[in-house]
């Protein structure tokens, strides 16, 4: 009986995934999801697998779980995901990490809409007001641990939160949400899905929120902050040219004003505006299934650097082609190639650009051993070509912009081997190596002056900084419990992060030396190494009557290996005091068919934090339980009333050496049609 029930499930599947295939990539993720019981994803191979199959460490975040969460903003969602480190540094900006190593403007994380780089490539994170979605009109939200460049692409070094919207084609959308809170917070979102004909689907969505900034208790100036507020729009749209041939078209603009702290530590009121197109063409040959896509985003930054006023215009140009195909019923192959270019100009002091041009060649092999065993390598070869050009600042050494000249070539890879031996247990092993390229700011697209006591410095970037690269190894197991209604994993994992980067500081000339009329200059360096070790713990389950618990905790041990001469102290990387060596969650709720209660607490242990100083400093950062909840009430016609909190547990916390967390509850109106 047994057999026959895998055989018609197997069955099943397959005719999802022919359907699927027949529509040229769309996938219906609902279908799937309805059918197992359990989270699909086609990111970390192209083809459609059950998350427990993946050949990665992957969480995958359910629309269900974003809507149950109450969270106003996407880093209060995945601050309650195992092993991810959020820095919450005012009331709209924040800064994460997967286990460990977060820093202001934390360069470790590829986020990615839709497989479309939305980090911000000038200092290279993410500013998460700027993202164009909507939280009502996400599908899932799927969180990678760990370097994964050969199967995400481009600078996926710490880990990968990719975020995938609703499908126009499958997903018939239509929402209108309204939260009002206290601090003065605001917030309208429209979302709306469209189809003319049997050809073209499309969605749009629109959304603005604005609300008060956290109190100044702390000595940061007036001058640096500003009240958060943030409009975004976006469309959506695919268009089936024939029937294994579609078009999908996405454009995305924000308009962002935030208080954040930059990379020295020192807050800036920042405003962005960015906008996106990009463009997808998908077929299914005889060849394979063919895709080619390109897209342009464009980003003006202005923030404030070493107290002085900065303008960044930075654009980033993204082609790329592959073709996922099988031979055979067991071998999957993926090939592709990808072109980027990427260019900033100089600031605050204007005269110059800085750029560099990729190419890129990539390959994945998935392998079913048998029923129970899969095997998938990946690898990915990348070479940099950066270039300068303009002028420098009176005083500077006298450089020409071919010391700009100069190639990084580098390769990554990715292994991953998946044993389930019964249909309750999963076995993950992998191996990766990451490359995280030194970004445009640390390249050279900051050149300044500088007051460092009774001496004036310029600071430039570094065109011979080396990439830093991350190896890690990991162990994982996870076991679904029937009789519990539950599951529960353990992963252990290593790590190691080679010629990790630091920052200017005014305790050592760096580039390029002094000399009669020239100015001493700072710049970023590599500072040495780092290794990392680690274990993480997860369970969930059900109960009946409507009940539902998790809870996780992660433990990081990480230990600096500084080069001769470098402290990491002092060059803002001391990783091994500002990452806390436990972390952890626990959640509670309940629903029927009207009614809907969710609590969650989450845990970071003790931990330093830098301060901004002339002479880098840290303090202690006591370790905190944060509460969150959400209680909701669902009407007739759609229509859904909801009460939750955030840092419910103090009115005012410190969570970072920032400004301190404040509380804040919310009321949400929604309408879904």
């Known amino acids: 009986m047994k057999k026959t029930l895998l055989a018609g499930v197997s069955a099943s599947f397959l005719t999802v995934l022919a359907a699927s295939a027949a529509h040229a990539q769309s996938i219906d993720y609902g279908a799937m999801e309805q059918l197992f019981n359990e989270p699909v994803t086609t990111s970390a191979t192209g083809s459609p697998q059950r998350s427990t199959e993946v050949p990665v460490a992957m969480e995958i975040i359910s629309a269900d779980d974003i809507k149950r969460s109450g969270a106003v903003d996407l880093p209060t969602i995945l601050s309650r995901v195992a092993g991810l480190d959020v820095l919450n540094w005012g009331a709209g900006a924040s800064d994460v990490s997967v286990r460990g190593y977060d820093q202001a403007m934390s360069p470790r994380l590829l986020v990615l809409i839709n497989g479309r780089q939305v980090y911000l490539d000038h200092y290279g994170y993410t500013a998460w007001a700027t993202l164009p979605v909507q939280l009502s009109e996400i599908r899932q939200i799927e969180v990678v641990k760990g370097p994964n460049s050969a199967l995400f692409g481009f600078n996926a070094v710490g880990g990968v939160v990719n975020i995938i919207t609703q499908n126009p084609k499958f997903d018939s959308a239509g929402s209108i949400n309204l939260t009002g809170g206290t601090n003065g917070y605001g917030e309208l979102s429209i979302v709306k899905s469209v189809k003319l004909g049997d050809r073209f689907f499309a969605r749009l969505s629109a959304g603005a929120a604005q609300m008060d900034e956290y109190k100044n208790t702390t000595t940061v100036p007036a001058s640096a902050l500003t009240d958060p507020a943030r409009v975004t729009a976006n469309i ?39 906008t996106s197109v990009k463009a997808t063409l998908a077929s299914d040959t005889k060849l394979g299934m063919l895709q080619a896509s390109v897209y342009q985003t464009n980003l003006t930054a202005k923030q404030i650097v070493v107290r002085q006023p900065a303008r960044f215009e930075n654009k980033i140009t993204v082609a790329s082609v592959q073709d996922l195909f099988k031979i055979g019923a067991k071998h999957t192959f993926r090939i592709g190639g990808e072109y980027r270019e990427n260019e900033v100009n100089t600031a605050p002091l204007a005269g110059g650009e800085v750029r560099y041009k990729v190419a890129a060649v990539s390959g994945m092999w998935n392998w079913a051993i048998s029923d129970k065993l899969a095997l998938t390598v990946a690898g990915r070869y990348d070479s940099l070509d950066l270039s300068r050009e303009g002028t420098f600042p009176a005083g500077y050494p006298p450089v020409g912009n071919d010391y700009w000249d100069r190639s990084i070539e580098e390769a990554s890879y990715n292994a991953g081997l998946v044993y389930r031996p019964t249909q309750a247990d999963s076995f993950k092993l992998t191996a990766a190596r990451g490359v995280q390229v030194p970004t445009l700011v640390d390249l050279g697209a900051v050149q300044l002056r500088a007051t460092a006591g009774p001496f004036t410095v310029g600071v430039i970037g570094n065109p011979g900084l080396a990439p830093s690269i991350v190896t890690n190894y990991e162990v994982g197991y996870e076991r679904t419990l029937p009789g519990l209604n539950a599951k529960a994993g353990v992963s252990v994992f290593t790590q190691k992060t080679e010629d990790v980067k630091g920052q200017p500081t005014s305790s050592q ?21 780092s290794k990392m070790w680690g ?10 009557g409507g009940y539902r618990w998790s809870g996780d905790w992660t433990f990081t041990d990480v230990d600096n290996e500084a080069a001769a001469g470098f402290s990491p102290l002092i060059r803002l990387a001391d990783f091994s005091a500002t990452t806390p060596e436990v972390r952890g969650n626990v959640s509670f709720g309940w629903s029927n068919a009207d009614w809907s209660a969710d609590v969650f607490a989450h845990y970071t242990g003790d931990h330093k934090g830098y301060i901004s100083a002339a002479a880098p400093a840290l303090v202690d950062i006591d370790g905190y339980v944060t509460l969150g909840g959400r209680v909701a009430r669902s009407f007739d016609h759609g229509i859904t009333l909801a009460v939750s909190g955030q840092n419910l547990t103090e009115s005012r916390q410190r969570q970072t050496s920032g400004l301190e967390v404040e509380r804040r509850a919310f009321v ?6």
Not at 668 to 673: E, G, H, N, R, Y
């Open 236 to 274: 959506d749209t695919i268009t089936q040219l024939t029937d294994k041939t579609e078009l999908r078209v996405e454009g995305a603009w924000s308009n962002v004003q935030v208080s954040e702290v930059v990379s020295n530590y020192d807050y800036s009121p920042s405003k962005y505006v960015t």
């Open 535 to 544: 274990v993480e713990l997860t369970a969930s389950g059900k109960i009946t």
């Open 509 to 529: 000339i760096d580039m390029m030396p002094a000399g009669p009329g020239i100015l001493p200059l700072l710049s970023y360096r590599n500072i040495g190494d």
């Open 668 to 673: 949400t109106l929604s309408k879904t049609w």
